[in-house]
């Protein structure tokens, strides 16, 4: 008997996939709903091979309700979802905005509408570190808490906040609107989970992050250096305020962060705590000059870089207060940065097309 059966929207997508894989390996039942348009169906059978369980896949479109009506109908144990599919690059979060506002906002309300026709009142959404925008406007907020204020500085950051309070909004009318009515109304429940930067992939290096279009993050654009698919990084910035001149993140394993989800998942369903946002990071800052060495030393040589102006948009620092998600939902990270470039590297070198190519047979051995 499973513990729980749970939808999973952007279930192939690279930290979706790692949610599933976590709850398969913790009893739970997984429903994956993803339209592929940035992941492949491998993922998929990765996730099987690593746990010898299967997720349910649907092919289909987060925005489409009668769609996930119909997935919530042939599968009617579906108690929780976790909502990971959305549309995520920033740059471009602001040269297509309606297309954001569209699958991010429209795909979460189309979702929830859903949810409640079927009775499926537990949700655990991805947010990001992104919603607070530059922290370090504030005296005193660094590192972040959940309580500082909200100020996102681009339309892909602004879509994050309008689904939490989306979300916010459709479950405590729940609660209200129950509790009027005499009805049961603790089985509406919400987490806002607010990732800071997640990296790394599976230790057995058979999983991992494998994007349908051009990386533009930090780790995955060092890994193209090192396999030689780039010639250099671009360091963006040396004259922030901070030890090496170049900008701080809370780089954060995704097998802890998959793990955060289902710490989160089992507050909601044990608390009952109504809507509730946490911050997922480790509580450590690197510069990109940290990452730049911690990653070359697990290549075993030095990965070349140059110096180029700051990237349009980009704060000094994002580092996490994770005291809350570790005091409430007995969660912290295991794992390290460190631990992430390792697993990183293990991917990218046994794996240089992602998923389009089967892993090496070793791997699959060991
Ligand atoms: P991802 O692109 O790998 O995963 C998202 C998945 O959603 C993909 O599989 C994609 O195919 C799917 N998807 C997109 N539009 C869809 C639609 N209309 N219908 C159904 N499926 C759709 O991204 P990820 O890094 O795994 O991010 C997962 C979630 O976490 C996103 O909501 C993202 O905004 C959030 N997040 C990511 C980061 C990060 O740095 N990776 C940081 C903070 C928050
Ligand atoms: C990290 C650091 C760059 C590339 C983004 C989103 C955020 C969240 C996580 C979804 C920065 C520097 C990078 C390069 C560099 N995603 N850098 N050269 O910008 O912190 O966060 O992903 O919610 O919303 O904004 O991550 O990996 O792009 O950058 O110097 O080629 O590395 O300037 O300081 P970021 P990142």
């Avoid at 920033?90 to 979702?111: D, F, M, Q, T």
């Avoid at 995955?220 to 305020?241: C, I, M, N, Q, S």
Wanted: proline share 5%; charged share 20%; aromatic share 8%.
């Amino acid at each position: 008997m499973a513990v729980g059966t749970v939808l999973v929207t952007g279930g192939t997508g690279y930290i979706g996939s790692f949610t599933a894989l976590t709850l398969l390996e913790h009893g739970y039942d997984v429903v994956i709903v993803d339209n592929l348009y940035n992941s492949s169906r491998v993922a998929v059978d990765r996730i099987e091979l690593i746990c010898g369980k299967r997720p349910l896949f649907y092919e289909a479109d987060v925005t489409d309700e009668a769609a996930l009506d119909a997935v919530f109908a042939k599968n009617p144990a579906i108690d929780s979802v976790i909502h990971f599919a959305a549309l995520k690059a920033v740059g471009e979060s602001g040269e297509i905005p309606l297309e954001y506002y569209r699958v991010n906002v429209g795909g979460s309300i189309a979702l929830l509408r859903s949810m409640t026709k079927h009775n499926v009142t537990n949700i655990v959404f991805s947010s990001s570190a992104t919603v607070y925008g530059d922290a370090t406007r504030f005296p005193n907020m660094i590192p972040i808490p959940e309580t500082c204020p909200l100020g996102p500085t681009n339309t892909y950051g602004r879509t994050k906040v309008m689904i939490e309070t989306v979300i916010t909004d459709h479950i405590e009318a729940q609660r209200n609107n129950n509790k009027k009515a005499g009805q049961p109304y603790e089985q509406w429940n919400a987490a806002l989970l607010r990732y800071f930067n997640p990296c790394g992939a599976h230790p057995s290096g058979i999983m991992g992050e494998d994007p349908q279009g051009v990386p533009y993050n930090l780790l995955p654009l060092l890994g193209k250096v090192a396999t030689g698919e780039r010639d250099k990084l671009l360091v963006f910035g040396t004259d922030y305020a901070s030890k090496d001149g170049t900008a701080i993140r809370d780089y954060i394993h995704v097998c802890d962060l998959a793990a955060g989800h289902l710490s989160a998942l089992s507050y909601l369903r044990d608390k009952k705590p109504g809507v509730r946002a946490w911050n997922l990071g480790s509580g450590r800052g690197s510069t990109v000059l940290e990452i730049i060495q911690a990653f070359s030393k697990v290549v075993g040589r030095d990965l070349p870089y140059e110096v180029a102006e700051r990237r349009q948009g980009d704060v000094l620092d994002l580092t996490a207060h994770p005291a809350l998600a570790n005091e409430e939902l007995g969660w912290k990270t295991q794992l390290t940065m460190e631990d992430a470039c390792k697993d990183l590297w293990r991917w990218v070198e046994n794996n240089p097309k992602g998923y389009r190519q089967d892993p090496p047979a070793e791997l699959l051995e060991a």
